[in-house]
Each structure stands twice: as C-alpha cells, then as structure tokens.
C-alpha cells in the first residue's frame, strides 16, 4: 500500500516562505491526481492545490504546486504566506478507486 510523508512544515514569519514536501514509498501512476489539503481547527479539511488542477484561486499567486515523478515526490511553494495560511497540510494521493492520506506536516504564520 502507498504511504505518504510529508515534510518542510515550521514556524514562519508573515511574508516568508515554506516548501513542503512528500514523498511516496510506492511508486504512484502519472493518472493518480496529487495534491495538498489544510486542516484548521474547527473547520474540515480542505483542498488548497492538486495535480492536474492548479491551486485554490484564494492562493493563487503564492501557492505553486509541482510534481517530480523521477523522485515520486510533490511539493507546495508558499510564498509571502499570511496568517491564515495556518494549519495542519496533508498531502493526498489518488485515483478512481484508492485514495491517500499522509500524516500532515504543522505550518504556523506569526511574528
């Protein structure tokens, strides 16, 4: 079964800039979508970028989502990150029939 590590998560200041990342110990087919949801408290989870979609048009302009199949990875670039970019980012894998959940990796924006 594919499992999902994400990393890069930390503190940051408002106007920096994070790189997430996750890789996959199994190898995922270019057909699965790809993507990264966020989890504030009180609130569900949701979708802020996938593949072959693009990103969410709230973030768009500092969300850059991108794929690296020759290392099974993909990565989220956030720049000039806000307070309310805050939250627990999963990464997620998947296809028609199976679906994918990393274990989330904490992003916190504040001076």
């Known amino acids: 079964q594919v499992q999902l590590v994400e990393s890069g998560g930390g503190l940051v200041q408002p106007g920096g800039s994070l790189r997430l990342s996750c890789v996959a110990s199994?190898?995922?087919?270019?057909?699965?979508?790809m993507g990264w949801y966020r989890q504030t408290p009180g609130k569900q989870r949701e979708l802020v970028a996938d593949?072959?979609?693009g990103v969410l048009r709230s973030v768009r302009g500092r969300f850059v989502i991108s794929r690296d199949n020759s290392k099974n990875m993909v990565y989220l670039q956030i720049d000039s990150m806000k307070p309310e970019d805050t939250g627990v980012y999963y990464c997620n894998a998947r296809d028609m029939s199976e679906n994918y959940w990393g274990q989330g990796t904490q992003v916190t924006v504040s001076s």
């Open positions: 199994g190898m995922i087919a270019n057909d699965f979508f």
């Open positions: 593949i072959p979609n």
